[in-house]
């Protein structure tokens, strides 16, 4: 299957700035986006999901913006917290077979300087 | 609300030997799943089970075996370890389609 890439592996910000983490997937037939956050020594935590039908999702000082054109989704974390530090991934869901099945980019990890 | 439990969270074996990860969830979902976790890759599929009595091969099946025992149980089988094996082992679940998963906390597995 093709994989979910990111552009930056790490990503620092100081605390109550906004933090942008990006991603590139490659397969125009996914129809479904979520962000996991994963502290470490913890499993993925579910953040927000897109589907291919909207362009942007807002949630709770998240937001998720889907650029089909250019095959790209990014998470905006607004007023970053040093809770926030975790690594970030993007899962896409390419439709067909008989799951639900995933496929995730490498990770972002995002540190927050106090 | 336990969510997904994963056993045990941590083991290490010698090459050649054998062990089942045990996963278990309590929401009713119908999908599992199993991924592994190795540094700079991030998670990859390794089997899936998309309802109670089916099971099927993700992108890294080779050195496993699943069995869904039930709807909330769902183990991983090594059957003979190996070192390229040493990784963290992440049991997942879903509702449905187009839903997103529960992690569990997971398996760090060690073979030497």
């Known amino acids: 299957g093709e994989n979910v890439g990111l552009h930056l592996p790490t990503l620092s910000v100081q605390e109550g700035d906004n933090s942008i983490i990006n991603c590139a997937y490659s397969n125009s037939a996914s129809d479904y986006f979520i962000w996991y956050k994963q502290e470490s020594g913890k499993g993925p935590q579910f953040i927000i999901d897109i589907r291919s039908n909207m362009d942007k999702r807002q949630g709770q000082r998240v937001t998720v913006l889907l650029n089909k054109t250019v095959k790209h989704l990014s998470l905006q974390i607004a007023a970053t917290q040093p809770g926030d530090s975790a690594v970030y991934f993007c899962a896409e869901n390419m439709g067909g077979g008989t799951g639900n099945q995933f496929y995730f980019g490498t990770g972002t990890s995002l540190t927050v300087i106090p | 609300n336990a969510g997904v439990t994963q056993t045990p969270k941590f083991q290490v074996l010698k090459t050649g030997q054998s062990m089942t990860l045990q996963c278990a969830q309590d929401?009713?979902?119908?999908?599992m799943y199993w991924y592994r976790q190795d540094p700079g890759m991030g998670l990859r599929l390794i089997y899936y089970?998309?309802?109670?009595?089916?099971?099927d091969k993700g992108e890294v099946p080779n050195g496993y075996n699943v069995s869904r025992l039930n709807k909330r149980e769902f183990s991983l089988r090594l059957e003979s370890a190996a070192p390229s094996q040493t990784s963290v082992y992440f049991c997942a679940s879903s509702e449905r389609r187009l839903y997103g998963y529960t992690f569990g906390s997971g398996t760090r597995l060690t073979v030497v």
């Open positions: 089970s998309a309802s109670e009595g089916t099971t």
């Open positions: 929401m009713n979902h119908n999908s």
